[in-house]
């Protein structure tokens, strides 16, 4: 494992859809010979939204002792960070907002999981794919990334390519690029997120030729497992940090919002 990786993609058993205790995480992580994680569970949203996929808004605070707990556990062998992976879906930003102001995070990805009610990665409906106009999803879906990228409210934009999971690839690309441009104007990170690895499509999100283009946008990248237990933290990281460097990537983590490279 090459030196001071952070895995800063983590979920925890409050999500409703991982296993193992947070402290079991980090023991993955030393054991892995990370230099640190970073827990970034699915984040409370309004209680029409995704309930069975993210912890309650009554529950944050347990989650954030969950951290805390394990960051003095750890201490002195492992760096143990603060984070979430909020959804962005267009009228929940002023409570993502007033959610992120409630607590000191360390970073904040921003994903996009829902085509307006139709949860695009959730393998109970991927049967919808037959029913869509691939290009039109790509364009729709994009067009939400950008907005992500804009409302200000994250660090880095969650697994880029996220709707070919089940292997329906983008036809044309150019809102792909179109995205990108943005994500580089607004400074934001990409998530590379190493699950994609173990997903149907077998390609880490985004895909080389978008890193490719995100390289040359000067887009950095943060690494992810996206584990939703133990045993999937740091994911085929070393593959990940040889394809960025030879790519000419960067690779950051994040702490108290900050870039740290």
């Given at each position: 494992?090459?030196?001071?990786?952070?895995?800063?993609?983590l979920h925890?058993?409050?999500?409703?859809?991982?296993?193992?205790?947070?402290?079991?995480?980090?023991?993955?992580?030393?054991n892995?010979?990370l230099?640190?994680?970073?827990?970034?569970?699915?984040?409370p949203?309004?209680?029409?939204?995704?309930?069975?996929?993210?912890?309650?808004?009554?529950?944050?605070?347990?989650?954030?002792?969950?951290?805390?707990?394990?960051?003095?556990?750890?201490a002195?062998r492992?760096?143990?960070?603060?984070?979430?992976e909020?959804?962005f879906?267009?009228?929940t930003?002023?409570?993502?907002?007033?959610?992120?102001?409630?607590?000191?995070?360390?970073y904040?990805?921003?994903?996009?999981?829902?085509?307006?009610?139709?949860?695009?990665d959730?393998?109970?409906?991927v049967?919808?794919?037959?029913?869509r106009?691939?290009?039109?999803?790509?364009?729709?879906?994009?067009?939400?990334?950008?907005?992500?990228a804009?409302?200000?409210?994250?660090?880095?934009?969650?697994?880029?390519?996220?709707p070919?999971?089940?292997?329906h690839?983008?036809?044309g690309?150019?809102?792909?690029?179109?995205?990108?441009?943005?994500?580089?104007?607004t400074?934001?990170?990409l998530?590379?997120?190493?699950?994609?690895?173990r997903?149907?499509v077998?390609e880490?999100y985004?895909?080389?030729d978008?890193?490719?283009?995100?390289?040359?946008?000067?887009?950095p990248?943060?690494?992810?497992?996206?584990?939703?237990?133990?045993?999937?933290?740091?994911?085929?990281?070393?593959?990940?940090?040889?394809?960025l460097?030879?790519?000419?990537?960067?690779?950051?983590?994040?702490?108290?919002?900050?870039?740290?490279g």
């Amino acid at each position: 494992m090459p030196p001071r990786l952070f895995d800063s993609h983590l979920h925890t058993p409050l999500c409703g859809h991982a296993t193992g205790a947070p402290r079991e995480y980090a023991q993955a992580a030393l054991n892995a010979g990370l230099a640190g994680l970073c827990f970034t569970d699915h984040s409370p949203m309004p209680t029409w939204y995704d309930a069975p996929w993210r912890m309650r808004l009554n529950q944050l605070q347990e989650y954030v002792d969950a951290v805390r707990a394990v960051q003095a556990e750890f201490a002195g062998r492992l760096e143990v960070r603060l984070g979430l992976e909020a959804d962005f879906h267009p009228g929940t930003e002023r409570f993502v907002e007033q959610l992120l102001a409630a607590f000191e995070w360390d970073y904040v990805i921003g994903s996009v999981h829902y085509l307006g009610a139709w949860g695009f990665d959730n393998p109970e409906y991927v049967a919808e794919y037959e029913a869509r106009d691939l290009g039109g999803l790509y364009g729709d879906y994009y067009t939400l990334i950008e907005g992500a990228a804009r409302s200000g409210l994250f660090d880095s934009i969650g697994h880029l390519d996220l709707p070919k999971k089940f292997g329906h690839r983008d036809p044309g690309g150019v809102a792909a690029l179109q995205a990108l441009d943005v994500i580089a104007e607004t400074g934001l990170a990409l998530d590379f997120n190493t699950a994609g690895w173990r997903k149907p499509v077998a390609e880490a999100y985004p895909a080389p030729d978008l890193v490719g283009e995100a390289v040359r946008r000067g887009i950095p990248f943060v690494l992810g497992s996206d584990a939703h237990k133990p045993e999937e933290v740091g994911h085929r990281f070393a593959e990940a940090a040889t394809l960025l460097g030879e790519m000419g990537g960067t690779i950051v983590t994040y702490a108290g919002r900050v870039r740290l490279g």
